[in-house]
Structure formats: structure tokens, C-alpha cells
């Protein structure tokens, strides 16, 4: 799926791209993990969804220790998934839909199965294999303290000690991440070309692009020099953190850039966690990334003050550097929407009327599996069952990130409810979710399915979403206005009282309005 050369516009600008997170998506071996396979069988759902493109976190071999992000082979696909041939038949049915296919790479750090980590921990001090990854001697007079003061953003140090060839304690390595996540070295040629052979691999097998894992992250500070102030906040974008943002980044987008350049219609979409708008744009720039996640939005309460700031910030960020703005409401790492908005009915209800506020901005939106159904994180996961790193690491005080993993609900009355053919899911499934499947929310004309359809539906066919630019219009302080220069004004209402519509055809509500006005925590699009 190439885009011809006369295609001025790029197909990604004003796409909607749908996170696939594939151990929770759906399973199609029955080993209670989904896989490449349940996507596949899957399609049909998605296209009915009307999503353009797909981003399917890593699905490389792995041994799992972060889900996937932790990635002993970057050119192969985990047999978990279904192995390459699965990614292969995947490409090609996506495509027979017309969905665009985009893969999550991970250049920060390999896993430390990789066999260049391998190599490196038997090969020794000052060694080449060594200088792939970011090995110090420790300090204090027996090395036994490590080279700084950096912790890993899943708590504890980021550092750990080996034991060398020889039988004795040894150099430390850095890991930004968990320990089974050793960071690469960016400024060894070998780490360049073995990231622009993995591009070519993927790109020569048809993917349409990329989501880049820790895209600010990769260079690092000359010396490593200490934090000033040690902040353990999980996924922490202080832009004064020396662990990420460092300026030698820009030049490996550059390069990374030239590769998918090379492939004509390829995306490439940064996990950039820098609140500075300036610094933010840098990523942007014509010959970097194509896109950046600006997650904002995903960080915002139901407060019209704050999604409006929100809003404008990420429009501002991209502006100076005619880059595309994204929006995004929740992800894998995040808590989902519905439970960030308070939860229960009017979690549900926010969430709807967030995500035509969403839908109605000018660029790409990304829907994250399950928002769709309207899914509340799960935050009474038995302890036994939990699997992110953040759990042991922080010694069983935070749960880590599982709850806005549970797997998606498909069809049925009882858990696993057609998520797997086998008896029980990775993470198991609340029973409470019978009325939030697929299967019941397609029966129901009023379900966050069938509003995501809709709105998707109009997204992609009517005039008014065509141009882009955002123009404020005035409304209460509790309330958000927007129009689109091509006709299309959306109004969420976050206060406690009914508001009068504005003028205008309705096109769409996030719920059922009362007596002709707009009740709170309710959007709605007119033309
Ligand atoms: C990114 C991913 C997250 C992962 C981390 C380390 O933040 O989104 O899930 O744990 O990178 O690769």
C-alpha cells in the first residue's frame, strides 16, 4: 500500500489509528494470550470500526519481562504471537481491508536475551561487545556503589551489578527500564546499522510504519552526570531529567528519517514524553519524526479549563514546525479514560463525550483496544496475577500498569467471554463485563461501540471534517467550543447544568439530550 507520488496529502494525516495491544486483543490458539492470529481473525471487527491503521505494540521475540519491550530479536516475531509467518499473513489481510499496519520498535534498550547482551556480559571489561551497551565500573573504592545516582522509571536503581567471567563482582550496566531492559549504546555505529537493518526488514515486508518506543530517550548525557533531584514517578517527564531529551537525539531521528524516507507513504509516530512545547516540536521537524505522541490529553480531567489548555498546548507545540498534531485519550501505560474521569456511569459517560470532543480535532487520533467499549481499569487484579516489572520492582508497593491491560471482552455471558477458545485469559476478565462485549454492545444502538462507529463514519465522510484549523468560540467557563474551518462545531459540556445547543444541524451526541439541551458530561457535533 504505496501512496503514489501525485498523493500530495500523506494517508496518516487525519487517520485513526487503533493500539492493538496484542496479549489483550484477542487470542486465537487458546493459550489465554492474544496473538497475531486473534488480530487477523479480528479484522472484519476493525474494519467495521472504521479505523485506518493499526499500531501493534512490540511482537518481537521476547521473553516478556515489560510485555514485549523487552526484545531479544528485533527481525523476528515471538512464537507467542504466532512467529513471522503470522505477522506476514496479518500484512497482507489488513491490507486486503485497507488497513495500514504499524509496528511498536523499541531502540532505547534490547533485552538482556539479546545476543549482544550475552556477549557482552562473557566478553569482559573494555571489550567491543561491551560498548554496545552502557557498562561503568562503580564507584566507591570496590565499585560496589553504582556510577550514579539515576533510579529506573520501575523503581530501583538503574543500574545492576554483574558477576564477570571470572567469578567476580564486576561492572555495572545502565537500564533506564527493568533490568531484563539493558540500554543501548547510540553512540556505537553497530547499534545505528543493526536499527536501520530492522527498519529495512520490517518496511521490506509491507509495514506502513512505526511507533518508536522511548523516542527521547536513546542518547545520552555526556558522563552520565547525577540527577539533581532523584524522582521515582513512574514514566516522569521532568525535562530536566538528564535520563531522556538529551540534544544528540535529534540526530539519530535524522537518521532513522533518511531510512523511511526511503520508503515512500511510511510513518513514523515518537513516544515523546517532553512537556516543553519548543522542545516537544524539535522531534517534529521536517526531517525527523512524522509524528509524535502528545499526551496531554491523555493526562487531562473532565475540566473544561484543562482540556482546553490541553488542547491548545498540543496544537501549539507542532504549529511552529507545520507538524501534524495527535490526540490520544489512554494507552498501555496509562489508566484508561472511564476510570481517570471518575469511574462507573459518569466515567462512562466523560469518556464518550471526550472522545467526540477528540474525534473532532484537526490530525490523528489513536483509540486504544477497549476504548471503544467504554473499559474501566482493573484495580482489583489479584496480586498473583500481576505482571509489570513496577510490581516486584517497587518491592509489591504499586500494581504497575496490568489494569488497563485486562484482556477484551468479545462475546458471551461468563469470563473469558471469547476472548480465548482455552479456559482462562493472561489476566482474568471481571465478570461484571457481560454488558460490555462486542457481541452485546452490537446489539446495542446506544453502546460506546456503536457511538465509536458512527462518529468514525463521520469523521472519514463528511465535508465539514475536512480542512484543518481549530477556532475557540466563546462558551461558559465550563464548557469547550470548537469549530473545524470546514463547518463542523463540537461542545462538550463539563459543567453540572444542562447547556442550549448552539446553532446548527446535530449530527451526533455523546448521550441523549434533555428537552433539546445539552446535559452535562455530554458532547455533541453540529454542522
Ligand atoms: C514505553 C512503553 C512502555 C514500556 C517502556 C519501556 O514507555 O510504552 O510500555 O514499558 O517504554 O520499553
Not at 501525485?6 to 494517508?11: G, K, Q, R
Not at 469518556?351 to 473532532?360: D, F
Request: glycine share 10%.
Amino acid at each position: 500500500m504505496t501512496v503514489s507520488p501525485a498523493e500530495s496529502t500523506p494517508w496518516w494525516k487525519s487517520a485513526v489509528f487503533y493500539q492493538v495491544y496484542p496479549r489483550s486483543f484477542a487470542d486465537s490458539d487458546g493459550d489465554g494470550v492474544g496473538d497475531l492470529g486473534g488480530i487477523r481473525e479480528r479484522l472484519g471487527y476493525l474494519e467495521q470500526l472504521g479505523v485506518d491503521a493499526l499500531w501493534i505494540c512490540p511482537v518481537m521475540r521476547s521473553p516478556m519481562a515489560d510485555g514485549g519491550y523487552d526484545v531479544a530479536d528485533p527481525r523476528d516475531i515471538d512464537p507467542l504471537f504466532g512467529g513471522l509467518a503470522a505477522m506476514e499473513e496479518l500484512i497482507a489481510a489488513a491490507h486486503e481491508r485497507r488497513i495500514r499496519v504499524t509496528m511498536d520498535l523499541v531502540p532505547n534498550h534490547t533485552s538482556s536475551e539479546h545476543a549482544w547482551f550475552r556477549a557482552a556480559l562473557a566478553a569482559g571489561p573494555g571489550s567491543p561487545e561491551r560498548a554496545r551497551y552502557i557498562f561503568r565500573d562503580g564507584r566507591g573504592a570496590d565499585g560496589s556503589e553504582p556510577p550514579n545516582n539515576w533510579p529506573s522509571i520501575f523503581r530501583g536503581p538503574a543500574w545492576t551489578r554483574i558477576v564477570e567471567p571470572d567469578g567476580r563482582p564486576g561492572q555495572w550496566y545502565l537500564h533506564i527500564f527493568a533490568a531484563e531492559q539493558p540500554d543501548l549504546n547510540w553512540e556505537n555505529p553497530d547499534v545505528v546499522a543493526d536499527f536501520e537493518q530492522t527498519l529495512r526488514f520490517w518496511l521490506d515486508r509491507g509495514v506502513d510504519g512505526f511507533r518508536i518506543d522511548v523516542a527521547h530517550g536513546m542518547a545520552k548525557p555526556p558522563g552520565l552526570p547525577d540527577m539533581a533531584k532523584v524522582d521515582t514517578k513512574m514514566l516522569v517527564h521532568d525535562d530536566h531529567d538528564p535520563r531522556f531529551n538529551n540534544p544528540g537525539v535529534h540526530d539519530i531521528h535524522r537518521r532513522i528519517r533518511k531510512v523511511i524516507d526511503e520508503y515512500p507513504g511510511a510513518v513514523s509516530i515518537g513516544e515523546v514524553w517532553v512537556d516543553d512545547n519548543v522542545r516537544f516540536g524539535e522531534y517534529v521537524r521536517p526531517d525527523e519524526l512524522h509524528l509524535a505522541f502528545n499526551f496531554r490529553l491523555a493526562e487531562t480531567s473532565f475540566e473544561a479549563a484543562d482540556i482546553r489548555d490541553a488542547v491548545e498546548n498540543s496544537l501549539a507545540a507542532v504549529a511552529p514546525v507545520g507538524a501534524t498534531p495527535t490526540w490520544t485519550l489512554s494507552n498501555h501505560d496509562i489508566e484508561r479514560e472511564v476510570t481517570r474521569y471518575g469511574g462507573g456511569a459518569p466515567g462512562v459517560a466523560r469518556a464518550r463525550a471526550m472522545a467526540l470532543l477528540e474525534l473532532a480535532l484537526p490530525g490523528v487520533v489513536f483509540v486504544y483496544n477497549g476504548a471503544e467499549l467504554g473499559l474501566p481499569n482493573v484495580d482489583d487484579l489479584p496480586d498473583e496475577v500481576l505482571q509489570d516489572p513496577v510490581w516486584e520492582r517497587s518491592g509489591h508497593t504499586e500494581r504497575g500498569r496490568d489494569g488497563c491491560r485486562v484482556p477484551l471482552p468479545w462475546s458471551g455471558t461468563a469470563p473469558p467471554f471469547g476472548f480465548t477458545g482455552g479456559e482462562q485469559s493472561w489476566l482474568p476478565i471481571p465478570a461484571e463485563w457481560a454488558d460490555r462485549t462486542v457481541e452485546a454492545q452490537l446489539a446495542q444502538p446506544g453502546s460506546v461501540l456503536a457511538l465509536y462507529r458512527t462518529a468514525l463514519e463521520l469523521r472519514r465522510t463528511r465535508p465539514e471534517f475536512a480542512a484543518d484549523g481549530l477556532e475557540w468560540l466563546d462558551g461558559n467557563a465550563d464548557t469547550v467550543t470548537v469549530r473545524r474551518p470546514g463547518g463542523l462545531t463540537c461542545v462538550l459540556n463539563a459543567s453540572n447544568a444542562p447547556i442550549a445547543l448552539p446553532e446548527g444541524e446535530l449530527l451526533l451526541a455523546s448521550g441523549p439530550l434533555a428537552d433539546g439541551a445539552l446535559p452535562p458530561d455530554t458532547a455533541a457535533w453540529l454542522v
